[in-house]
C-alpha cells in the first residue's frame, strides 16, 4: 500500500503529472484535493468560489474538514486493499497554502491535519518545482479565489514548499517542472521503479 502526493504552485502540472502517471499505470487510482468524495468536492467548490469571503482559519478548516472525509471514505479503504494511491495535493498542500501563504503557522496547520487526517502521511511525495511566474503563466482562463492571491503569497507557498523538501528528504522528491511534461513524467516513473 503507496500513498504518493503530487504537490506544487498552481500550475505546476500536478494535474497533468497525475494523469500521465495514471495512463502509465493502469492500477494506480488517482483521487484530488480537495475533493475525492462527495462531500469533499462541495467543499472544493466554496474554497474556490471567487464570490465568498473566507476567512483564512475558516479556510484550512474547510481544505481540513475535505481532506478528513477523503481519508475516512476512500483512501484508509484503498490502502487497506492494497491498492497505490496517487493523490493530486494533500497535507502539504494546506503547510504551504494556508501555513505559510495565509500565514497562519505551519505547525499549527500542521497538527491541525494529523487530526484531519487520523495521522495518515504521503509515503512519498512528488514536488513539481516552478516559479510562481511559470506557474502563473500556465493558468489560462478565469482563476479561483486561490489562484488570485498576489506574488507575495505565492514566494511564500513556494519557500515552505522548499522548507518542507529539505526536511523530508526521505519522502520528497523534487522535479524540476519547468521541463516538458512528458520529461518530468519520465523522472517521476524513474523513481517508482
Ligand atoms: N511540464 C509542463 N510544461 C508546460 N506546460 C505544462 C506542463 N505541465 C502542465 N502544463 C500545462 O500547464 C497548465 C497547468 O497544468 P496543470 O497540470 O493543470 O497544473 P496544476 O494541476 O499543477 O495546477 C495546463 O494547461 C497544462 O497542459
Ligand atoms: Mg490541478
Do not use: C
Not at 127 to 140: E, I, N, Q, T
Request: net charge negative; no cysteine; charged share 20%.
Amino acid at each position: 500500500m503507496t500513498l504518493i502526493a503530487v504537490e506544487g504552485i498552481d500550475g505546476a502540472g500536478k494535474t497533468t503529472l497525475a494523469a500521465g502517471l495514471a495512463a502509465a499505470r493502469p492500477e494506480v487510482v488517482v483521487l484530488r484535493e480537495p475533493g475525492g468524495a462527495a462531500l469533499s468536492e462541495r467543499v472544493r467548490a466554496l474554497v474556490a468560489d471567487p464570490a465568498l469571503d473566507v476567512d483564512p482559519r475558516a479556510e484550512a478548516l474547510l481544505f481540513a474538514a475535505a481532506r478528513a472525509q477523503l481519508v475516512a471514505e476512500k483512501l484508509a479503504p484503498l490502502l487497506a486493499a492494497g491498492k497505490t494511491v496517487v493523490l493530486d495535493r494533500y497535507v502539504d498542500s494546506s503547510l504551504a497554502y494556508q501555513g505559510a501563504g495565509r500565514e497562519l503557522g505551519v505547525g499549527e496547520i500542521a497538527a491541525l491535519n494529523a487530526f484531519a487526517t487520523g495521522g495518515l502521511t504521503a509515503d512519498l511525495t512528488f514536488y513539481l518545482r516552478v516559479p510562481p511566474s511559470v506557474g502563473a503563466a500556465r493558468l489560462s482562463g478565469g482563476r479561483d479565489r486561490l489562484e488570485r492571491a498576489g506574488a507575495a503569497f505565492f514566494a511564500r507557498v513556494v519557500a515552505a514548499y522548499d522548507a518542507l523538501a529539505e526536511a523530508a528528504t526521505d519522502r520528497y522528491v523534487v522535479l524540476d517542472a519547468t521541463q516538458p511534461p512528458d520529461a518530468v513524467l519520465a523522472q517521476a516513473l524513474k523513481h517508482l521503479q
